[in-house]
């Protein structure tokens, strides 16, 4: 497990290219065979990926979280960015194909993960599952969750003129799976569109983290950082993730449509607790 430690917004404009994707950009989330994890002293966040690579992972206990085992104080967002796989659970096994998203609760000891067995359509399993991680502290337990692509709650977003239309597909939050403090979903952009969360906002209250994917081999995602009158950028692969601490916009162009897996912790789960950074004031 890296460290991340906590920043602020001064020390951003002392900052070079290699400064900030050192600091908020996690190149390589997915490696096969290995839960790879970044811990993030923003809002103490635990993000990454699990590649089964055709044997079983269990989900392990990093020294830097001081714990007999991960979700002893601990709550986790799944969402599979790859091929059909299985999440094993306290016992009890799920099957998540691309897109579906599992919330597991604290207190639950043992997490294994696999790729799906027996025969899968080839062109939807290649590489494998892929499955995104995104933990935070909790207080208290809920159960765990699989809801599958689509079975969230969905809101259609921005317009084709202003090159932004997109579907948020809500999966953890206050009325779908309930957390402690983690909200969690996936965007995608339709056909045409290339800019997200734009106008750009910041929450004060708490860190967002985005997993860029689905992005073509050739294209990129220029990731806008930094505060609202202080702005910088990040260059995003497919499958790559960037913190966003609460003083941060959040937004992003592509150079082809994408999709992105976005997931917040922190003060409060109110989606809409938002400041507003409208495009007239971004420097």
Known sequence: ????????????????????????????????????????????????????????????????????????????????????????????TYTLPKGACLYIGRGTRDVVFADAPGPTDAAENEGGAQFYLFSAPAHATHPTQLVLKGQGTARELGDQLTSNRRTLNQYIHPNGIRSCQIMMGVTELHPGSMWNTMPAHTHDRRTECYLYFDVPEDARVIH???????????????????????????????????????AMAGENQSFDDMDPAPVTALR
């Open 224 to 262: 806008l950082h930094g505060e609202p009158t202080e702005t910088r950028h990040l260059v995003i692969a497919d499958r790559q993730a960037v913190i966003s601490p609460s003083w941060s916009v959040h937004s992003g162009v592509g150079t082809a449509a994408y999709s992105f897996v976005w």
């Open 1 to 92: 497990m890296k460290q991340r430690y906590a920043t602020s917004p001064e020390q951003l404009t002392h900052f070079n290219t290699d400064d900030l994707r050192e600091r908020f950009l996690i190149e390589k989330v997915f490696i096969p065979g290995e839960v790879n994890a970044v811990y993030t002293h923003h809002d103490r966040i635990v993000l990454g990926g699990a590649v089964p690579a055709g044997e079983e992972l269990p989900l392990p206990t990093f020294d830097e979280l001081r714990a007999e085992y991960f979700l002893e104080n601990r709550e986790v967002g799944i969402v599979n960015v790859g091929g059909t796989g299985t999440v094993t659970a306290g016992g009890q």
